[in-house]
């Protein structure tokens, strides 16, 4: 067998394996809670599903979804793109501190945001005399904050890029600098912009946490709806017609974003960085003072958690950090919280180590570049194939797993190896989307000249692949921690009583009466935010330029 050969069987058995994986892991059990839903008698009921979407909750529901998503998108995009401005095209001091504190709340769970949001608007809070607990705006803001990190990150990545020497050429021609932006700059943004807002929406329309902490039963998107009707009121049918509906959209979303972000590759990979940061001028006086205030904003209601975490009865006190490891503090738990973090950390070690396994395999055979337009549409589908567990309900993946996986070969209900399972299913696209990029900028020459001179396939890779991919690596390794930790709503469902990761131990305890309860759910929030954060920081060090964005 030729050396080329051996080359296309270790990619086919490389595209299988986490193939194999995605089939029995999220098309079976979303298949499974689709049927169930559409055949709850073993014979189909379209017309009842169909009745579903003309209930009255149903459609304020998705009406909500859309324009609260809508709302949140075009907030988080006219705030995030000056302060991708300021944060990637001007050079000053402590900008990669920056950097790390907006890319921080997007990688705290969400649960923890919902709390902190909580802790800042109630009515003991320092907001609290606006009124906004329990209100719409409450869920807006959060979902603002929790968004901004992906403008910034998508759009300032392509910011950095841009040859400037066209905008100096429209300059010196006698463009104004706003008739420059509008004619140059925008135009070689918009790629970005749009694959940012796309994204921004999917999360904001998908998010589960955050507005299952501040909406409750009032305020429902699609995926809190999905929860309800599934672990509240077993109406199974309802979920899964939700589901499907969401399902649908979600893959329109992609599709965008996909075109979106092939486009951006594109542009990246034709133009050099010749530019280099400028200090900050009378001119950019505006988007420096909205960068200002939306920092200010970031930091004031994880500031307001830190401290409310360490005040009981007006005075410091580390009180409600001392119960965490206590058996007796409360009897809303079957555990210590401190238990809970070690059961976080076992379970996000094993989840990170599937998906870093899996989306390796997966990066490695979508970085390809096919001959043939073929060869080409086919891996286009498989990278999107993978992207899927992105925008399907965690809610509907871990019910899934309950109603399908109860029976011999794969009888999983009871074992702990669910809840790893599930957190790589969501860490998975974020790792394919951080490899895949840097993969397919290396030059495949530089391999061709290595073996040329004789050097094996170890070798070449060695010398020509690891020194440009270790670091993406270590980043996505990170990117898959922190993700993993903070990962509530498959986990939601999956992890047992005796068995709770963090998110599901401190949702738990701000759902019981209680100061200690609440106290304690502060305490955890700052330390599982805390752990995140410092990966995240890690992992801003370790990012290649744009590549690996969303």
Partial sequence: MTSRRVGRAALVVAALVPLAFLAIFFVVPVSGMALRGLRPEGQWALGSALEVLGRGRTQRVLWFTVWLAGLGTAVTVLLGVPMAYVLHRL???????????????????????????????????????????????????????????????????????????????????????????????????????????????????????????????????????????????????????????????????????????????????RVARTGSPRRPARADALPVALTVAAVAFLLTPIL????????????????????????????????????????????????????????????????????????????????????????????????????????????????????PIAQAMVALPLVVRTLAPVLRSLDPRQREAAASLGAGPVRAWLSVDLPVVWRPLLAATGFAMAVSLGEFGATSFLARPERPTLPVVIYTLIGRPGGDNFGMALAASVLLALVTVVIMGVVERLRVGSLGSF
Wanted: hydrophobic share 55%.
């Fill in 91 to 269: 050079s000053f001091r402590g900008q990669r501190v920056l950097r790390a504190l907006v890319v921080m709340p997007f990688v705290l769970p969400t649960v923890v945001v919902g709390v902190a949001f909580r802790t800042l608007l109630a009515p003991s809070g320092p907001l609290g005399f606006l009124g906004l607990d329990g209100s719409w705006v409450a869920i807006l803001l959060a979902l603002i904050f929790f968004n901004l990190a992906v403008v910034v990150r998508t759009v300032g990545g392509m910011w950095e890029s841009l040859d400037p020497r066209a905008e100096e050429a429209a300059a010196a021609l006698g463009a104004s600098p706003a008739q420059v932006f509008r004619t140059v700059t925008l135009p070689a943004l918009l790629p970005s912009i749009l694959s940012a807002t796309s994204v921004v929406f999917l999360f904001c329309s998908t998010a589960f946490g955050v507005v299952l902490v501040l909406g409750g039963l009032r305020y429902s998107t699609i995926e809190t709806e999905i929860y309800l009707l599934t672990a509240n009121f077993l109406d199974l049918q309802a979920a899964a017609v939700l589901s499907l509906l969401q399902l649908v959209a979600v893959l329109a979303l992609l599709g965008l974003t996909e075109a979106a972000r092939t486009r951006r590759e594109r542009v990246l990979s």
């Fill in 304 to 419: 307001t958690l830190v401290v409310r975490s360490l005040r009981i009865d007006g005075a410091w006190s580390l009180h409600n950090y001392r119960q965490l490891a206590a058996p007796e503090a409360t009897d809303a738990l079957l555990v210590p919280v401190t238990q809970a973090m070690a059961n976080s950390w076992r379970t996000a070690i094993d989840a990170t180590l599937l998906a870093m396994l899996l989306g390796v395999l997966v990066a490695v055979v979508v970085s390809r570049r096919p001959a043939t337009p073929r060869g080409r549409r086919a891996l286009g589908a498989l990278d999107a194939t993978f992207m899927l567990p992105l925008g399907i309900s965690a809610v509907t993946v871990g019910f899934g797993f309950l109603i399908t996986l109860d029976r011999p070969p794969l009888d999983l209900r009871s074992s702990p190896v669910l809840v």
